[in-house]
């Protein structure tokens, strides 16, 4: 498989989804503030979903890891939660099936790199797995970017400068990387520098 000949088909489904995905919020979440919306992948990118976090979600979240926490302060419990998917309180409902297709096609991708049937990111012979996690990494960028310049995060009842990006469960390092490569594209310097404080310390 050359990654290149699904690429355009993979993003433009991704494209797709995620407009189903922030519709379903806006109509669901008309009370509420929402302060940070992600792709949210499985390690190495093997499903894709969202999450988003609620400002009420910032506030009593962090409450509650201060409470637990005795060194931790209620402004870096916010600085985590903010930045953490894994303290989000809004994940894709799967019964919407909104990914579907998205995760169908990503599993022939899945099946051919297990096969070791990708074409076109070898280098000396070997798997070049920096390029293969790039492809997904660009795809994100690309679409998390147009739907910003749509404007469809400019309303209700996302914030007026809602951090966007990718986000997973418990990432390693290098999904660490990507999460601050994506953010440095997608969001505000005040936001992107609260990301790399945030991974720095946690």
């Not at 409450?63 to 994940?91: C, G, H, P, R």
């Not at 660009?138 to 679409?143: D, E, H, L, R």
């Not at 986000?167 to 660490?176: K, T, V």
């Amino acid at each position: 498989m050359l990654l290149n000949s699904v690429e355009k088909e993979l993003e433009e489904l991704l494209y797709q989804a995620l407009v189903k995905d922030i519709d379903h919020i806006k109509q669901n979440f008309t009370q509420d503030n929402i302060i940070a919306y992600a792709v949210y992948c499985d390690s190495g990118f093997r499903s894709f979903g969202t999450a988003a976090c609620t400002e009420k979600q910032l506030i009593t979240q962090s409450k509650e890891l201060v409470e637990k926490e005795i060194q931790l302060n209620e402004e870096s419990a916010q600085l985590y939660v903010a930045t953490f998917a894994a303290e989000w309180d809004y994940y894709n409902d799967n019964k919407l099936n909104l990914f579907f297709k998205v995760n169908e096609l990503n599993q022939k991708i899945v099946d051919a790199d297990n096969e070791g049937k990708i074409i076109g990111v070898y280098k000396v012979g070997d798997f070049n797995y920096n390029l293969f996690f790039q492809f997904y990494v660009s795809i994100i960028i690309k679409v998390l970017q147009k739907l910003k310049a749509s404007g469809l995060f400019s309303t209700v009842p996302f914030s007026k400068d809602t951090l966007l990006g990718l986000q997973f469960g418990s990432p390693d390092e290098d999904e660490r990387e990507w999460i601050l490569q994506i953010s440095e594209k997608l969001n505000s310097n005040a936001l992107h520098d609260k990301m790399i404080e945030s991974y720095e310390i946690n």
